[in-house]
């Protein structure tokens, strides 16, 4: 069974400074990974994705995300964190070989302080 | 305008009171499903389809029903709802079910009392 963790339920930040939110996941096979993002009273928004080739991935509003094989990790970043970030982002994954559903991890909790 | 739209947003029933939660999307896509969010423990899959007359089981479907009889719409239907299914439900699509990103709709939070 394909699994997703995030290990932290909250991460603080400052404004201007890098964020990183954790993100592991197990698969049988090799993973399509996903990151969204949920503001309040909002659905999931996509944010970026790695399906194979370049293991850091960028995507929308400054984000990017490396994927490393060896640990099983898909871990968040932004250089440079701004308040407007504050959201609650899910770290999600699919296993390539057969047909699989999404799993979403429990969600992280981002907040930026000004 | 691309959308994945849900309603009703917001509905407070009472226990064993059928109720359908309408989804519909403008983009063309085979693949839609049903999540519930609840506190802790993330988006959770309640049902799926591959295509028209096409639905699986998700990991949660217990007292769930789907149907996907257009390609466009794909409703949600409790046919005796219980204060256990409370929860923020949120449906999606995606071109196909593999490798593309899901466009959520806005949420439907449900109580039942």
């Known amino acids: 069974a394909q699994s997703v963790a995030q290990p932290e339920d909250q991460v603080n930040v400052a404004e201007g400074n890098p964020l990183t939110v954790k993100c592991t996941y197990s698969v049988s096979g090799n993973p399509y990974l996903f990151w969204y993002v949920q503001y309040p009273n909002r659905g999931l928004q996509f944010l970026l994705k790695y399906i194979t080739g370049d293991n850091l991935v960028k995507g929308s509003y400054g984000f990017e995300a490396e994927f490393n094989k060896s640990q099983t990790s898909f871990h968040l970043k932004k250089p440079s964190a701004l308040v407007s970030d504050s959201a609650l982002y899910f770290c999600a994954v699919r296993d390539i070989s057969g047909y699989s559903t999404l799993t979403f991890g429990k969600g992280t909790m981002l907040l930026v302080s000004p | 305008e691309a959308q994945v739209t849900q309603n009703p947003r917001y509905l407070i029933t009472v226990t064993g009171k059928k109720l359908t939660v309408t989804c519909s999307q403008n983009?063309?896509?085979?693949?839609m499903s049903w999540y519930r969010q609840d506190p802790g423990l993330g988006l959770r899959q309640i049902y799926y389809s591959m295509n028209v007359e096409v639905t699986d089981k998700g990991d949660v479907p217990e007292g769930y029903k789907v149907s996907r009889k257009e390609k466009r719409n794909f409703p949600l239907i409790l046919e005796s709802p219980s204060p256990n299914q409370t929860s923020l439900y949120f449906c999606?699509?995606?071109?196909?079910?593999?490798?593309?990103?899901?466009?959520f709709g806005q949420g439907t939070r449900l109580t039942v009392v």
């Open positions: 999606a699509s995606s071109l196909t079910q593999m490798n593309t990103e899901a466009f």
């Open positions: 983009m063309n896509h085979e693949y």
